[in-house]
């Protein structure tokens, strides 16, 4: 088991979202499921925790009820080898959410994720002040993440 596992909340959704995100990523597997006992809080039977893998990331959902909701100050990156993945992932998480702009979206569940080229972080390492500035005015533009823009304003002169 890894160290550090993902907890998200959810007021009634947790195993809605679960079997969402498991038939996005590939490499992914539906946990365990726990039932609240007659000792709640939550109504006896319904779902308590939905434990799920996604291409090998460990996370647990919880039914909490309504007290807390989900904020763009935690978002889960999704490090993409092609404009085909970005454009799949971002499709699929955004659909019945909202996107945003620079790669952001926010699920139907109000989770935040971040859809980005895998060679996002070279491109931004800030080793080339000019490079970096190309490719971060060109991000600014963009709501979903165009690889082959990005590429171009990194290796521009």
């Not at 308590?48 to 647990?60: C, I, K, N, P, R």
């Not at 978002?75 to 620079?102: K, M, P």
Request: hydrophobic share 40%; aromatic share 12%.
């Amino acid at each position: 088991m890894q160290r550090i596992t993902p907890f998200l909340w959810f007021d009634k959704r947790a195993e809605e979202a679960r079997d969402f995100y498991v038939s996005i990523f590939q490499h992914s597997r539906i946990g365990a499921t726990v039932r609240y006992s007659d000792a709640g809080p939550g109504p006896e039977g319904s779902v308590m925790t939905a434990s799920f893998e996604l291409d090998g990331q460990q996370f647990v959902a919880l039914n909490g009820g309504p007290q807390f909701t989900f904020s763009s100050a935690i978002s889960f990156v999704v490090n993409c080898d092609s404009q085909a993945e970005i454009d799949e992932y971002w499709a699929r998480l955004s659909d019945g959410g909202e996107t945003h702009v620079c790669g952001w979206l926010k699920d139907r569940f109000g989770v935040s994720w971040q859809i980005v080229p895998r060679a996002l972080g070279q491109m931004l390492d800030g080793a080339d002040a000019q490079r970096t500035g190309r490719v971060m005015r060109a991000i600014m533009t963009m709501t979903k993440l165009d690889l082959a823009a990005l590429e171009r304003a990194w290796r521009e002169p």
